[in-house]
């Protein structure tokens, strides 16, 4: 097992050039599956451990999430980013203890979001927001953990590219080493944001099919992909609808594309 300095020297090193797909896997089989895939890094996505809790997204409280961030970089041998929401708290301070909790799980890197979970006022006021992310950074001190900068303006209602790229720039400046703002999708507003926060590295979500491929993002100038909950949803899909067949139609077909039980047995043997 490398260590987890290794691990973090590693992260850093895949955003200096091309283009790579951090997947989010959201338990421990899903993530040593990823990594048997061969994929150089894993993020957590806060919305597929919900649901796997039976919870909604932005319901499952601080412990029990960085219990599970830290079950993930000990299940597997490569570099997780957390998504760590808003940090928990609104208060930089307050964020900055949590930070310094999430940092102590191990992880690569962590991001931290702008929005407020408030319908009335979802988004930060940039002044707070840009002092978050500069607790944060702080927090973080000479841990080599990355911190990446997320602007949530589509995500919540307000699709304005303009304060994407305002919000993004402010938070580089004030420490983040990454930047990501999760709802962008036309090439357009991707070659803008790269542009905007360059040189440092822009993480593009993909969580669906809208058309783009890994070579596109690459093409744009992105250098990582992440996909936050759509492999979740995807095995939820599979799972809905041969629970919906077995209900409603007393049939067993929504079995057909199941994994195969020796291949799964199989690999977590050796992962075990």
Known sequence: MRTISQRRQTFRELHQSGCFAIPNPWDIGSARYLQHLGFKAIATTSAGFAFSRGLPDYGVPRDLMLAHIHELVEATDIPVNAD?????????DEVSANVRLCVETGVAGLSIEDSTGQKQKPLYEIGLAVDRIGAARSAIGDSGVMLVGRAECFLVGQPDIDEVIRRLTAYAEAGADCLYAPGISTREQIAAVVAAVAPKPFNLLIGGPDGLTM????????RRVSVGGGLARAAWGGFIRAAKELAEAGSFDGFANAASYAELQELFKVGS
């Open 84 to 92: 760590f929401e808003h940090g928990y708290a609104d208060d930089p």
């Open 215 to 222: 070579g596109d993002a690459a093409a744009l100038g992105v």
